[in-house]
Structure formats: C-alpha cells, structure tokens
C-alpha cells in the first residue's frame, strides 16, 4: 500500500512540472553583401511545403530588383532549394517552383525576364546540413545572385 501511495505521489508530482518549450526558430539571415564573383547574393525564405512568396520576402526582393535597376548587373541567377523532409524528386520540384515563384516576383519588380536564370537544386548544397527527414527552415530559400 506505501509503495502504491509513494508511485501515485510521484506521477502527480512528474505530472506538474512544465514541460520546456521548442526552442524557437533561428530567423533567417537577410542579404549578403558580396557573392565570391563580386556581386550581391540575396536570400528568401519560405514554410515547409510552400513555395509562394511571403509578404515578408518581398522587401529582399525589392533590395534585389533595386540593384538590378541600379545598373551594372547583367543577370540574376535564382537557385531554389528544400529541406530533406520530403523525397528526392518532390524536392526538386519544390525547389523548381520556389525560384520560378521568386522570378515572377522579380519580373513585377522590373528585372526583365531576359536577365533572369533560375534552377532548383532540391536538397543538394544545404544551408545546414541534417539526415533525410529533418524540416530545417533554413535549407527552404532561393538564393538570388545578381
């Protein structure tokens, strides 16, 4: 009977101790200054599973489509990539759709369509390398390099 009593006390003990919120999600870094070929790299971000362009994502592309019109940049080279949480071939696609979805964007911000190039990379060249399986916010983006 102690022994039950004693069990029963320590899960209604075990049951009130709070329990640690997920630590929160690291927020995704704006543009670099300078690409390793001299020229200006932008990063935009995008939800698990999502490849629309956020209200939030447009003042990067705005920063972008900006340089562009500033004169001296030739072409914009957009490269979509995705986290490992879905499989190869989807995430290619993902990918795909994230950086034409970033190049329509640019398009109505004035970057002619001849001076854009885009691809997706899928979840090859991750920002932060994790196993298959892992949602990683940081590996959803499309970089923008002009």
Not at 31 to 57: C, E, H, L, M, Q
Not at 64 to 84: E, F, I, M, P, W
Request: hydrophobic fraction near 40%; glycine fraction near 10%; charged fraction near 20%.
């Amino acid at each position: 009977m102690k022994r039950a009593i004693i069990v029963c006390s320590l899960l209604a003990l075990a049951a009130c101790v709070p329990v640690p919120p997920p630590p929160p999600v690291p927020p995704p870094p704006g543009p670099i200054a300078a690409s390793p070929a001299g020229g200006r790299v932008f990063a935009v971000y995008f939800d698990w599973n999502r490849s629309a362009v956020g209200p939030d994502t447009m003042p990067i592309l705005q920063q972008a489509a900006a340089a562009y019109r500033a004169g001296g940049v030739v072409s914009v080279r957009l490269t979509g990539h995705a986290d490992t949480s879905g499989s190869v071939r989807y995430n290619q696609r993902l990918s795909e759709r994230r950086a034409k979805r970033v190049g329509d964007a640019l398009l109505a911000l004035g970057v002619p369509a001849q001076a854009i190039a885009f691809g997706g990379v899928g979840e090859n060249d991750l920002a932060v390398p994790t196993p298959d399986g892992v949602r990683e916010p940081r590996n959803r983006r499309v970089t923008v390099v002009e």
